[in-house]
């Protein structure tokens, strides 16, 4: 949002439109923040924290609005769909190093210095 | 619905299918588009691709609310939609019975010559994406700082969505349509717009014309350039593609995995011909989960959107008509085949021209809201132009995870 107060002079100030949420919208967002997180690995502890943390403020808003029971019910519900999920430890194969390394680099520089001293 | 010329329909036809309901608006498509194509001098107000904000943003600024509204000072109260959805190719998303912009122009007192109902943005309008979008405001007056106890301040029940846009390389481009050089042409090959800029002179009638506003004007060569649609690699001519075709810089580089993008076969009348097994014809034509952004205007976009579900449906309905209700239905209640294709975003950067699924066992089966749910953790196999198999990958996907001693080895 602009730091100013709305120039109504300004053409592209954008003016009198509201489109407010309902609780319907409510409870769809707190289904998807819900399953975002359970698909991420959140446990059901975290993702009552999450809702419960006023700086996640649209998850804390769905809260506030459908109350501890409902939000309760939708995490428990979310995570028996979408919490299950098989964790797989692997990184990618060895690859061929492009990169140099600096100590490569400064023995070869050392190497140089070297030879110069040497002619001199 | 007219149209200036005489309809001629592509043999195939570039299309793409967004999932808005993952987009984050990390920019990664903007940034693969601008460092590929427009990163010259006078195109630094260039965005061929963008991510905006919506209700609030737009680039350019407002640009569909004042295409919407010149529409409606055209046709006052008249721009409605009749039809129930359907089956019917023609009418996928119920009957318009409004005016698109090629009829609206011919009721407007624009000059005699023009041929489509536009505007020409403002330079202001065009100069700062995203300007406002997303911003934590600070205490009045005071630059870089945020409020301490910002989670006192008034609530609001809000809502917002990530809306990721390029040129639709439309079936009906009001942009060739508006030219009166003819520099804009449908490539038959792939449907792709190109603009051909020997023959433009800059008269900006394209960037009037275009009502998503993905033509724009260029000061300092005094021509107008469009999204190319990254043609070298679609036609599997880039270096990198190794002669098969690719998706877009802007598809391969989103790290959400929110689109997909593909050629379908066309019937000489210019709709799908029928391609069961095309990701792009299930999600369109059977699941019927991608719809057209903005579909009233009259272009026919070929690019199309799994609208977000947490958004009041009104303002869905008008952005991407009412096929919204059951586009929605289907993609929150999944069948076992839309979970599968919903796999296939992102997992190669190669066309994927064809998809089979093998099934896989029954995994969960309760109720989510309602309704009965079953997952089966079914392998969706996906295969390019020749039929080579490009890539195959489960329903039940698994967490990767680094393993503590490669934490930090990037």
Known sequence: MPYHEPDPSDPSILVGVQISGSEETELDMAYVFAEEFARLGFSEERLQALFHDPFYAAANRALQVLGEGKIRSIIQETLAVWGRFPIAVQDAAERKQWDISIDSLRQEAKSHLRQDRQKS | ?410
């Not at chain 2, 619905?1 to 793409?16: D, G, L």
């Not at chain 2, 030219?179 to 190109?194: F, H, M, N, S, W």
């Not at chain 2, 009412?322 to 929150?332: C, I, N, T, W």
């Open chain 2, 1 to 410: 619905m007219s149209y200036p010329y005489e309809a001629r329909f592509p043999e195939r036809q570039f299309a793409f299918v967004f999932n808005i309901n993952r987009c984050i608006a990390c920019q990664s498509c903007t940034m693969a588009c601008k460092s590929t194509w427009t990163f010259s001098k006078g195109q630094e107000h260039m965005w061929w691709a963008n991510v905006e904000t919506k209700p609030y943003g737009g680039y350019p600024q407002s640009w569909d609310v004042r295409t919407l509204e010149l529409l409606r000072q055209a046709d006052p109260d008249g721009q409605t939609w009749n039809g129930p959805v359907s089956d019917n190719p023609r009418s996928l998303y119920g009957g318009f019975s409004g005016k698109t912009i090629f009829e609206a122009a011919e009721k407007t007192l624009q000059p005699p010559g023009s041929r489509v109902l536009g505007y020409l943005p403002t330079d202001e309008e065009w100069n700062s994406p995203n300007i406002y979008e997303d911003n934590p405001v600070g205490p009045k007056g005071v630059r870089n700082q945020l409020h301490q106890t910002g989670e006192q301040l008034p609530t609001h029940n809000t809502w917002f969505f990530y809306l990721a846009r390029i040129c639709n390389h439309c079936t009906y481009p009001a942009c060739l349509a508006a030219c009166p050089r003819q520099a804009i042409y449908k490539r038959p090959e792939d449907g792709i717009v190109l603009l051909d800029q020997k023959e433009c002179r800059g008269y900006r009638k394209c960037v009037e014309a275009c009502p998503y506003k993905k033509v724009m004007y260029r000061g300092n060569t005094r021509v107008s350039e469009k999204c190319v649609a990254c043609y070298p690699r679609v036609e599997g001519t880039d270096p990198e593609s190794d002669g098969q075709p690719m998706e877009t810089r802007c598809m391969a580089a989103c790290i959400g995995q929110i689109r997909m993008q593909g050629l379908v076969k066309m019937n000489s009348d210019g709709t799908w011909a029928e391609d069961r097994q095309n990701p792009l014809y299930y999600l369109v034509h059977v699941a019927k989960v991608g719809l057209p952004l903005y579909p009233q205007f009259g272009t026919s976009p070929n690019g199309y959107y799994i609208p977000p579900r947490w958004v009041p449906r009104g303002y869905l309905r008008q952005m991407f008509g009412p096929g919204v209700d059951r586009a929605l239905e289907r993609y929150e209640n999944p069948d076992r085949e839309l979970l599968a294709v919903l796999q296939l975003f992102r997992r190669s950067n190669r066309i994927i021209f064809r998809y089979e699924i093998e099934e896989g066992p029954l995994v969960y089966t309760g109720v989510y809201r309602g309704k009965t749910v079953r997952i089966y953790d079914d392998t969706v196999i996906a295969f390019g132009q020749e039929g080579n198999e490009l890539f195959r990958t489960k329903v039940e996907e698994p967490l990767y995870v680094r393993p503590g001693q490669y934490q930090n080895s990037i």
